[in-house]
Protein backbone atom coordinates (compact mmCIF):
# COMPACT_ATOMS: atom_id res chain seq x y z
CA UNK A 1 0.00 0.00 0.00
CA UNK A 2 2.77 2.69 1.06
CA UNK A 3 4.49 1.68 -2.28
CA UNK A 4 1.33 2.55 -4.22
CA UNK A 5 1.03 5.99 -2.70
CA UNK A 6 4.31 6.79 -3.41
CA UNK A 7 4.09 5.58 -7.28
CA UNK A 8 0.87 8.12 -7.07
CA UNK A 9 2.74 10.77 -5.53
CA UNK A 10 5.41 10.48 -8.33
CA UNK A 11 2.52 10.52 -10.88
CA UNK A 12 0.81 13.56 -9.44
CA UNK A 13 4.92 15.46 -9.71
CA UNK A 14 5.07 14.17 -13.34
CA UNK A 15 1.70 15.79 -13.92
CA UNK A 16 2.86 18.98 -12.30
CA UNK A 17 5.84 18.87 -14.72
CA UNK A 18 3.46 18.36 -18.06
CA UNK A 19 1.52 21.51 -16.59
CA UNK A 20 5.61 23.36 -15.68
CA UNK A 21 6.37 22.20 -19.91
CA UNK A 22 3.63 23.38 -21.46
CA UNK A 23 3.76 26.99 -19.68
CA UNK A 24 6.86 27.44 -20.49
CA UNK A 25 7.09 25.79 -24.31
CA UNK A 26 3.65 27.83 -25.61
CA UNK A 27 5.77 30.37 -27.72
CA UNK A 28 5.23 33.82 -27.50
CA UNK A 29 4.73 36.15 -29.96
CA UNK A 30 8.27 36.50 -31.13
CA UNK A 31 8.90 32.72 -30.81
CA UNK A 32 6.09 31.85 -32.75
CA UNK A 33 8.02 30.50 -35.89
CA UNK A 34 10.89 28.97 -34.24
CA UNK A 35 8.67 26.54 -32.12
CA UNK A 36 5.62 24.29 -33.68
CA UNK A 37 3.39 24.47 -31.44
CA UNK A 38 0.94 22.04 -32.49
CA UNK A 39 3.51 19.29 -32.19
CA UNK A 40 4.30 20.41 -29.02
CA UNK A 41 1.18 20.29 -27.39
CA UNK A 42 0.46 17.24 -29.27
CA UNK A 43 3.50 15.35 -27.21
CA UNK A 44 2.43 17.15 -23.82
CA UNK A 45 -0.95 15.50 -24.67
CA UNK A 46 0.17 12.05 -25.13
CA UNK A 47 2.52 12.28 -22.36
CA UNK A 48 -0.15 13.38 -19.88
CA UNK A 49 -2.46 11.06 -21.28
CA UNK A 50 0.43 7.67 -20.51
CA UNK A 51 0.52 9.06 -16.92
CA UNK A 52 -3.26 9.35 -16.38
CA UNK A 53 -3.78 5.63 -18.27
CA UNK A 54 -1.09 4.33 -15.50
CA UNK A 55 -2.34 6.11 -12.20
CA UNK A 56 -5.46 4.83 -13.46
CA UNK A 57 -4.26 1.37 -13.87
CA UNK A 58 -2.55 1.17 -10.56
CA UNK A 59 -5.41 2.55 -8.34
CA UNK A 60 -7.43 -0.28 -9.93
CA UNK A 61 -4.83 -3.06 -8.76
CA UNK A 62 -4.75 -1.48 -5.43
CA UNK A 63 -8.50 -1.56 -4.85
CA UNK A 64 -9.26 -4.82 -6.00
CA UNK A 65 -5.48 -6.47 -3.88
CA UNK A 66 -6.87 -4.04 -0.96
CA UNK A 67 -10.28 -5.99 -1.88
CA UNK A 68 -8.98 -9.51 -1.74
CA UNK A 69 -7.23 -8.86 1.94
CA UNK A 70 -11.05 -7.63 2.97
CA UNK A 71 -12.83 -10.61 1.47
CA UNK A 72 -10.01 -12.59 3.49
CA UNK A 73 -10.23 -11.07 6.62
CA UNK A 74 -13.95 -11.34 6.34
CA UNK A 75 -14.40 -15.06 5.96
CA UNK A 76 -11.36 -15.56 8.83
CA UNK A 77 -13.74 -13.05 11.12
CA UNK A 78 -16.64 -15.29 10.60
CA UNK A 79 -14.67 -18.09 11.89
CA UNK A 80 -13.15 -16.40 14.68
CA UNK A 81 -15.42 -13.65 15.86
CA UNK A 82 -14.06 -12.58 18.98
CA UNK A 83 -10.95 -11.93 17.53
CA UNK A 84 -10.42 -8.42 18.17
CA UNK A 85 -6.84 -7.89 16.30
CA UNK A 86 -8.36 -9.26 13.40
CA UNK A 87 -10.90 -6.92 13.39
CA UNK A 88 -8.55 -3.88 14.00
CA UNK A 89 -6.92 -4.99 10.74
CA UNK A 90 -10.35 -5.71 9.15
CA UNK A 91 -11.61 -2.41 9.65
CA UNK A 92 -7.67 -0.77 9.08
CA UNK A 93 -8.07 -2.54 4.97
CA UNK A 94 -11.99 -1.38 4.72
CA UNK A 95 -10.41 2.01 5.37
CA UNK A 96 -7.93 2.04 2.18
CA UNK A 97 -10.78 0.85 0.12
Known sequence: FNLIQELLRV????DDRIVHELNTTIPTA???GKIDASQ??????QS???AHTSRERIIKNC???TSSVVKTLREEREKAQDDVALLKQLRKEQTKV
Do not use: N
Open 11 to 14: MRTI
Open 30 to 32: SFV
Open 40 to 45: TCKELY
Open 48 to 50: LME
Open 63 to 65: IAQ
